[in-house]
């Protein structure tokens, strides 16, 4: 990742003053105030975005809220494999309820699998905005990322709380291995790493975070503008806390699919199965976990 000339000679400053701020356009695009805000987001790999006004948030934190309760019939939502279902996760505080898009439907309320839509559409519109700012030609957005561009690839709506009673961490240091992130931050704790130091990311209310991760970093390494995948962890939770709890959609490919990177003429520059991507991520972090 290339240094971010506002932070390079300030270790003290907020991130508060310096994280760009965008907003989504009832055409459904992404605009940021400035080009050279977009720059800053670009490079960070993280933003805050405008909470759209038809995003019924609260319904779904409160949804989030109620699974909690040891009773919550949600709770008994079984696993299906490592990533979904509701879920204690080893070495880290968080416990969440994970879904991914074809299963919204069969275990979450109307209201809530309607919401995991409407993130669709600005996961949708984020990448787009990402691949319009790369060069990469439009006909080729669709191949590059999976399908998900239009609607297709693959999509978690996670709810989360962290758990006291685990003297862990939050959540350890890692990059997110898919697209985009979109995070619903109740209370303080997200920290980024921007030249070798994590630093806080302020909660704004009003607004929601955004963070870039691998899978989109892999598509745009050849392009006129790639993004980066930005490091950040999740500081431990105390029991003396207010409760913290978090909505987290995680924009995906097919994870049975393949990624494609081009650059800015078309020009097919290499390409990788998201298994195989994925799994290097994941040798990757497990090895800096061990050192």
């Not at 919550?72 to 968080?94: C, D, H, K, M, T």
């Not at 561009?149 to 962290?162: E, I, T």
């Not at 929601?208 to 939770?237: K, P």
Request: net charge negative; hydrophobic share 40%; aromatic share 10%.
């Amino acid at each position: 990742m290339r240094s971010v000339p506002v932070l390079r000679d300030s270790r003290e400053i907020s991130l508060e003053t310096v994280l760009p701020v965008a907003s989504i356009s009832s055409e459904q695009h992404l605009a940021f105030t400035s080009d050279a805000d977009l720059e800053i987001a670009w490079d960070l790999g993280l933003f805050y975005l405008k909470t759209p006004d038809e995003l019924d948030l609260e319904s779904a934190r409160q949804f989030g809220k109620e699974l909690i309760a040891t009773d919550s019939s949600y709770r008994q939502v079984p696993q299906y494999g490592e990533l979904e279902g509701f879920i204690a996760l080893e070495n880290n505080q968080q416990t969440k309820l994970a879904l991914r898009r074809e299963r919204w439907d069969q275990h979450y309320p109307e209201h809530i699998a309607a919401f995991g839509r409407q993130l669709d559409a600005i996961g949708i519109a984020i990448i787009r905005k990402v691949f319009c700012r790369s060069g990469i030609p439009e006909a080729l957005w669709d191949r590059a990322s999976g399908g998900y561009a239009s609607g297709g690839g693959d999509a978690f709506l996670n709810f989360v709380h962290y758990d006291t009673r685990t003297p862990d961490w939050g959540l350890r240091p890692h990059t997110d291995y898919g697209f985009v992130t979109i995070l619903d931050a109740s209370a303080p704790g997200l920290q980024i790493e921007i030249n070798g130091e994590f630093k806080d990311v302020p909660v704004l209310p009003g607004h929601l975070i955004i963070n870039f991760g691998e899978a989109l970093n892999f598509i745009t390494a050849h392009s006129d503008r790639a993004v980066s995948a930005v490091t950040h962890r999740v500081v431990s939770q105390r029991s003396s806390d207010p409760v913290r709890h978090g909505i987290v959609y995680f924009a995906n490919p097919d994870l049975d699919g393949m990624l494609w990177q081009f650059n800015a003429s078309g020009e097919e520059q290499g390409s990788s199965s998201v298994e195989n991507l994925f799994a290097q991520l994941e040798s990757r972090l497990t090895e800096t976990r061990q050192s």
